[in-house]
Structures are given as structure tokens and as C-alpha cells.
């Protein structure tokens, strides 16, 4: 079973250009979470997907941004006319089914470094 | 969504137990409390999880007083590589909300 996929591990964009970052979770995991990381700062959550829906994006911003996953396909996090503070490390992470009994563990992708230049 | 506290840093050496503690003076009856670990140019890793008492895997001991407002993460005898951030999550099983985490430096 593969871990979480992300791709471009990598990805320069001019400003105003469009970044899509892809990410593949786990077989048989349904939710997706979306984070950015600035150096030397904490994870911040951005939105919390699960198949075709959008539980919670309250940290996404307003505008440029948005998210899916559809039923096919990987989630995608896109950002249009990039600025060059969107340059960050943008992590996905995955979750089977939340059951309240046990450990609810999600697995996390090596992460998108999106530079803005 | 219980807000966490955690100090920023803290320093150890090699061979010792290290005990990070985080406070959630406002949790919530259906919040878990979840320890995650990041080093470097990574995607955090899942350590352990519990709800009550304590919690022990291969990695780490997980300790939650009866009033569930703080929680320690027990990491025994840490070695150089256990030198990264960690993180406590207080929330539903949904909630993966992540604050500034805890720098450990393990020294040898």
C-alpha cells in the first residue's frame, strides 16, 4: 500500500501564474486534509475534504484558493495568480473513515515546495 | 476546538527520558488528545493517541490526567534522531488543527 502521494514535490511559478498541487491518499482513505508550513513555523490547516465534498475550508483564504477531491482522481489544491507569498511547503494528509473506536492515524504526503518567483 | 499550549523548545541528551506536556485547559468531552513528530523537510508522522489515563506503543507513553486538561508525551531513553518538532492535537477525531509544536534538540 503506497503512502501519500504528492505531486510536483517541486514547483516554480512566475506571479500570476497557476500552481495545481495533486495529492493521492491512501487506498482506501476518504478524507484529505491540506496544510501549508512557512520555514521554521507550524502547520497551518487550510481544508478538510472528503469524497465530492468540502467539510471544512475555514482556513482557506478567501480568494485564489480552492480545493477538491473528486470521486476519481487525486485532490487538488490550486491557487491561482500566485503571489510570492504563496511561496511555502504545502502538505496533504489522509485518513480512513473516522471510527471513534481506536486510533485515528492520518498519514501524511512528503509535501509540494511551491516557489514564487 | 480545544486550544493547545506546549512550550516552544526543549533540549536533552541522549539516553534520557524526555516529557513534553501540553495543556488544554478547554477541552471538550468527545476531544482526543494526538501526538504527531516532524523533522526537517518531512510530513509529520502519527506518534500515539489517547483519550484518558494512559497510553503506551513502541514509541511512546502517552499520560492524561482524570482532568484531561493537560497531556504528556513520554519519549524514553531518546537518541539524536528523535531531534525534531512535535505537535499536540486536541480535537475530535476530525479535527487535525496543528499548533507551533514543541522544537526538541536532542544533544549527544
Known amino acids: 500500500n503506497a503512502g501519500v502521494m504528492q505531486n510536483p514535490r517541486h514547483l516554480v511559478r512566475r506571479r500570476g501564474q497557476e500552481a495545481r498541487l495533486r495529492c493521492s491518499p491512501m487506498?482506501?482513505?476518504?478524507?484529505v486534509y491540506w496544510y501549508r508550513q512557512l520555514p521554521e513555523e507550524g502547520l497551518k490547516f487550510m481544508v478538510y475534504l472528503q469524497k465530492e465534498n468540502i467539510i471544512d475550508e475555514s482556513g482557506m483564504p478567501k480568494e485564489r484558493f480552492s480545493a477538491e477531491f473528486p470521486k476519481e482522481g487525486p485532490s487538488i489544491l490550486r491557487i491561482q495568480q500566485v503571489v510570492r507569498g504563496d511561496s511555502a511547503a504545502y502538505f496533504c494528509a489522509s485518513s480512513p473513515f473516522i471510527d471513534r473506536q481506536g486510533n485515528t492515524e492520518a498519514f501524511f504526503g512528503q509535501g509540494t515546495r511551491l516557489t514564487v518567483v | 476546538l480545544a486550544k493547545t499550549t506546549q512550550p516552544i523548545s526543549m533540549d536533552s541528551y541522549e539516553g534520557q527520558e524526555v516529557n513534553i506536556t501540553c495543556s488544554h485547559n478547554?477541552?471538550?468531552?468527545?476531544?482526543?488528545i494526538t501526538w504527531y513528530q516532524q523533522f526537517p523537510s518531512q510530513g509529520p508522522r502519527f506518534i500515539i493517541q489517547?483519550?484518558?489515563t494512559k497510553v503506551t506503543n513502541e514509541v511512546a507513553s502517552l499520560f492524561i490526567p482524570a482532568d484531561r486538561k493537560s497531556s504528556t508525551l513520554s519519549l524514553p531513553r531518546v537518541s539524536l534522531s528523535d531531534t525534531a518538532v512535535y505537535y499536540c492535537l486536541v480535537g475530535d477525531k476530525n479535527d487535525m488543527r496543528f499548533g507551533a509544536g514543541t522544537r526538541l534538540t536532542v544533544k549527544p
Open positions: 489517547g483519550y484518558k
Open positions: 478547554n477541552i471538550a468531552t468527545n476531544d482526543y
Open positions: 487506498k482506501g482513505h476518504s478524507h
